[in-house]
């Protein structure tokens, strides 16, 4: 049996005379930078996500940059985000010289911990960057409540969450990524929703941001030659939002279908000591980025060179905590322990997750999981 982590050749074999045409007719066109399909996709996702403005970037990573950059921070002013994470949530804070407040996640939704947040508020706390993680939202209502009390911008980091709804308290849903300042997504093939090469957007629900955000994204320019701010050339390529215009009409069909295989997971493996299987909250729905387990008893390297003996390939999505980055040494702040980071770094293990995952794989890869524990 052929497994992989993300199949993404089976799935584009589904749609593969719709995106051949759209490739094609870029190319006929010559359209290839602000091409119409890049506004055309802008509105479409603005229509998915309902907020009303979409601007789409190179890559997930400029997004967090140029969110950063809009707000119009200081060097040494902080920003509040999870030591659980990938490295591009932190790594544009450096590189505008804020400084990044490391903060613990919650140990069943490995989400950023709201406690954590308030305890780590100084008189220089400007934002707050909650990443969705693994394709569930963070504890949005009241990080949303706590940002709007100490006047601090909530930046959300959706990369992989793109397609979640989150429901507040008095039943109001809102997508994930359309709840704070501004989100950021990425459009990587591995993503939900990916291209086929790199893409990124930004959202934001303010349009003076929204405006300062599309300079920022065109060399700080307000019209041609005129330039207001230091910004930076990134931009959705014509082919990729052609792409991407094709891939979001089958975005909830493809959760839909991640949903399923997790439920599957779920059944097989939940009496299966040593492991946890993962958490769901419920003021979320979950789009299962990935499909991460708990591995208990230091048996987590063990069980993942075992699988790949099988053929069953598994990730650590993530071995090392940013804390413990050399890059980060010195920029960041700790303000308390991140006991939770550390522990799951060691545990978490995710199995092969993605849109065209069959019941024979799933069953094959958690007969594979059985085996090793007995
Ligand atoms: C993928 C990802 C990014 C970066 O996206 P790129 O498009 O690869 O730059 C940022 N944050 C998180 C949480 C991600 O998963």
């Known amino acids: 049996m052929k497994l992989e982590m993300v199949d993404l050749r089976n799935q584009y074999k589904k749609v593969k ?3 051949d045409q759209a490739i094609l007719s870029v190319i006929e066109n010559a359209n290839f930078i602000n091409g119409e399909q890049v506004s055309i996709f802008s509105n479409n996702l603005s229509t998915y996500l ?27 002013d902080e920003v509040i985000v999870p030591a659980f994470t990938y ?3 932190a790594e544009v804070l450096g590189l505008l ?16 911990s709201t406690d954590s947040i308030k305890q780590a508020l100084s008189s220089k706390t400007k934002a707050i960057v909650p990443v969705h993680l693994f394709g569930q939202c963070a504890d949005m209502e009241e990080i949303l409540n706590f940002a709007k009390e100490n006047h601090l911008y909530v930046i959300e980091d959706t990369a992989q969450a793109i397609g979640a709804i989150y429901k507040f308290q008095d039943g109001r ?27 990124g957007s930004l959202y934001t629900h303010n349009s003076q941001l929204a405006t300062i955000i599309r300079m920022i994204c065109n060399h700080g320019q307000v019209k041609k030659y005129v330039h207001k701010y230091i910004g930076v050339n990134s931009r959705l390529d014509t082919i990729q939002a052609a792409i991407l215009n094709i891939k979001l009409k089958y975005l909830d069909e493809y959760n839909n279908a991640r949903l399923l295989a997790a439920d599957e997971y779920d059944k097989l493996l939940s009496g299966v000591h040593g492991i946890e299987i993962p958490f769901r909250s419920i003021n979320t729905t979950h789009v299962f980025h990935q499909y991460t387990i708990k591995v208990k008893n230091n048996k987590r390297d063990n069980l993942k060179s075992f699988l790949e003996k099988q053929g069953v390939p598994a990730m650590i ?4 905590p940013l804390n413990k980055q050399e890059a980060y040494n010195n920029i960041c702040r700790i303000p308390s322990n991140l006991s939770i ?20 794989q799933i069953e094959f890869i958690t007969n594979q999981i059985k085996s090793f524990f007995n």
Request: one cysteine or more; glycine letters at 8%; aromatic letters at 6%.
């Open 50 to 76: 309902d907020n009303s403005n979409v601007i789409p970037c190179a890559n997930g990573t400029d997004a967090l940059q140029i969110a950063m950059m809009a707000l119009n921070l200081n060097p040494g």
């Open 97 to 112: 010289q804020l400084r990044p407040v490391l903060v613990d996640v919650d140990p069943k939704t490995f989400n950023i």
């Open 341 to 360: 980071t550390e522990e799951l770094c060691n545990e978490v293990l995710s199995l092969p997750m993605h849109s065209e995952l069959t019941q024979d």
């Open 317 to 320: 999505y993530y071995p090392i």
């Open 87 to 89: 490295v591009a949530t």
């Open 173 to 199: 849903t809102r997508k994930a990524g359309t709840l704070g300042d501004i989100g950021c997504t990425s459009f990587f093939p591995s993503k939900n929703l990916g291209c086929y090469g790199d893409g």
């Open 17 to 19: 005379t719709e995106i």
